[in-house]
Nanobody, 122 residues
Framework: QVQLVESGGGTVQAGGSLRLSCTASGTIFTIRTWSWYRQPPGKERELVARIASSDTVEYSDPVKGRFTISRDNAKNAAYLQMDKLKPDDTTVYYC????????????????WGWGTQVTVSS
């Protein structure tokens, strides 16, 4: 099994910054893709940012130019640097990892963290 633990959430004023971290532990050979999602109240969970094993990144339109996703393969960790935060960014942020648990696995497994609350005050 694999566990994902997020940290770094909190409360910040509009225009401020937060850095979210997500660390994976358990049976891991390699993590193909890391993603960050968020779920605004009353809405579906939405992709915020994604980074592939090639370090190719993608961002949702609302966060482009403000958020930066990165990864540390040696630590099985991913990060989301959030700058110029807005009140609309307030919600729970979830980490997601696409994991190969063994070297010869043909299929990967998707894991989710429990989420970390981000609150941006105006």
């Amino acid at each position: 099994q694999v566990q994902l633990v997020e940290s770094g959430g909190g409360t910040v004023q509009a225009g401020g910054s937060l850095r979210l971290s997500c660390t994976a532990s358990g049976t891991i050979f390699t993590i193909r893709t890391w993603s960050w999602y968020r779920q605004p109240p009353g809405k579906e969970r939405e992709l915020v940012a994604r980074i592939a094993s090639s370090d190719t990144v993608e961002y949702s339109d609302p966060v482009k130019g403000r958020f930066t996703i990165s990864r540390d393969n040696a630590k099985n960790a991913a990060y989301l640097q959030m700058d110029k935060l807005k009140p609309d960014d307030t919600t729970v942020y979830y980490c997601n990892a696409d994991v190969f648990r063994q070297m010869h696995d043909s299929d990967s497994w998707i894991y989710w963290g429990w989420g970390t609350q981000v609150t941006v005050s105006s």
